[in-house]
């Protein structure tokens, strides 16, 4: 973990975000390692995907540095078992290509895990391409556990990929309080960050006889606000 962190913002996304995910989400495509899809995504597929969320009450979120998009991440309840399965959410994560990693995957999951319950969903599944290391290694260090393998299902011309489904009970109160405390390291991160940027901007000050009064770090907000199926591109 950095000592700060970038000035981040995580939001629902909007229709003018989808140019910038759909680019995000062809960045996957072409690994052939990290996404199941063979051929890119068209701006109507992901308009569609965001017409969907809102249809049904799933949050689409994005990530941003300024007006540069990092990163989305969408949850929905699963494909399979209909509404028998209506609380088990199904979470895609992609982050872009310049961001991979950053940390900002990590980031991204530590905002979902607040809204996930409020959403309905006593249950988060991640279905990851097993040589997808990046996203593997995203999942353990949050502590999800492996539920179960399906084996070559992926085929990618003459290579196969194996799907790992990954998963964790959102009501589990030991995963809660890892999550819990996990927020809270980087919200310190973020408090630090914002206390340096300050600093910074005050050096920056052109020298004059007056001596205004530094502003009181306390009111500086935190650099980063509160807040088919693959868990893709971790960074």
Same mark, same amino acid.
């Given at each position: ?67 540069? /998009?990092?990163?989305?991440? $969408?949850? !929905?309840?699963? &494909?399979? *078992?209909?509404? %028998?399965?209506? #609380? ?92 819990? /405390?996990?927020?809270?390291? $980087?919200? !310190?991160?973020? &408090?630090? *960050?914002?206390? %340096?940027?300050? #600093? ?36």
């Amino acid at each position: 973990m950095k000592p700060t962190l970038p000035s981040l913002t995580w939001r629902l996304a909007r229709q003018d975000d989808v140019p910038a995910l759909t680019q995000i989400y062809n960045e996957s495509v072409g690994g052939g390692g990290y996404s199941p899809a063979l051929s890119d995504a068209s701006e109507n597929g992901l308009a569609h995907l965001l017409k969907e969320g809102r249809t049904n009450g799933w949050p689409l979120w994005v990530l941003t540095h300024g007006e540069e /998009r990092v990163g989305w991440a $969408y949850l !929905r309840r699963i &494909a399979w *078992g209909g509404s %028998a399965c209506g #609380t088990v959410g199904d979470l895609w994560l992609y982050v872009a290509r310049a961001w991979h990693g950053s940390g900002v995957a990590m980031q991204m999951l530590r905002r979902v895990h607040p809204s996930v319950l409020r959403y309905g969903f006593d249950t988060i599944t991640c279905w990851i391409l097993g040589g997808n290391r990046r996203s593997l290694s995203l999942v353990r260090a949050c502590r999800l556990q492996r539920w179960g393998v399906l084996p070559g299902i992926v085929r990618y011309g003459d290579r196969c990929n194996d799907l790992e489904i990954w998963g964790v009970r959102t009501d589990d109160p030991q995963w809660q309080n890892y999550m819990n /405390r996990l927020d809270q390291r $980087y919200r !310190r991160l973020e &408090a630090r *960050g914002a206390a %340096a940027l300050t #600093t910074q901007d005050v050096a920056a000050m052109p020298d004059t006889d007056v001596c205004a009064p530094l502003p009181d770090p306390a009111a500086v907000p935190a650099a980063c606000p509160p807040s088919a199926s693959s868990l893709a591109q971790a960074a």
